[in-house]
Every structure is written in structure tokens, then in C-alpha cells.
């Protein structure tokens, strides 16, 4: 199982859309746009969870740096959020 992060997406591309692209690779087992929580327009990024590696290793190589709806994506395994680098906070 792979979770894969999906960032620069347009605005409009939608999940059904998003699980279409990867479907072509394998088994996608969940799919999660991430929208501002009060306006609810998409953020431009997402995480799509395939069943097996190496479907999802395709993917990720087959679809990184694609133009989708005039924006070229950025595809690459998520990482957990502890590997994250903390951003500044607000003083």
C-alpha cells in the first residue's frame, strides 16, 4: 500500500477525475482532495492511496510533471507528516 501526494492540481479537477488518472496504473483504494475548510474550493492538492507498490511507483512515474487542465503536476510518495520540515510560525 502507497500513498501518494498530488499537489499543483487545478482547481477544478475533482476526485472522480483524480481516481480516473491513477486507475489506469492499478487499484486505487481511497482518494482525498484537500478543500479550505470554510470555503471549500480545493487547495490544488490531494493524496490518492493505491493497493500495491509498485502500480503506484508507475503511476507516480508515468504522471509526475503531466499537464492537467494547464497545470503540470507534482506526483511523489507522500511522506509522513513527522518527516515534514516545520514552516516558520506567525510572530
Same mark, same amino acid.
Given at each position: 500500500?502507497?500513498?501518494?501526494?498530488?499537489?499543483? /492540481? %487545478?482547481? @477544478?479537477?475533482?476526485?472522480? =477525475? /483524480?481516481?480516473?488518472?491513477? %486507475?489506469?496504473?492499478?487499484?486505487?483504494? +481511497?482518494? &482525498? /482532495?484537500? +478543500?479550505?475548510?470554510? %470555503?471549500? $474550493? +480545493?487547495?490544488?492538492?490531494?493524496?490518492? =492511496?493505491?493497493?500495491? $507498490? +509498485? =502500480? *503506484?511507483? *508507475?503511476?507516480?512515474?508515468?504522471?509526475?510533471?503531466? %499537464?492537467?487542465? @494547464?497545470? &503540470? /503536476?507534482?506526483?511523489? =510518495? *507522500? !511522506?509522513?507528516?513527522?518527516? !515534514?520540515?516545520? @514552516?516558520?510560525?506567525?510572530?
Amino acid at each position: 500500500m502507497m500513498n501518494i501526494y498530488v499537489g499543483n /492540481l %487545478s482547481y @477544478g479537477v475533482t476526485e472522480v =477525475e /483524480l481516481r480516473e488518472m491513477f %486507475s489506469k496504473f492499478g487499484e486505487v483504494t +481511497s482518494v &482525498n /482532495l484537500i +478543500s479550505d475548510k470554510y %470555503s471549500g $474550493q +480545493s487547495k490544488g492538492f490531494g493524496f490518492v =492511496e493505491m493497493a500495491v $507498490q +509498485s =502500480e *503506484a511507483e *508507475a503511476a507516480i512515474k508515468a504522471l509526475d510533471g503531466n %499537464s492537467v487542465k @494547464g497545470r &503540470n /503536476l507534482r506526483v511523489n =510518495e *507522500a !511522506r509522513p507528516r513527522s518527516e !515534514r520540515p516545520r @514552516g516558520r510560525g506567525r510572530y
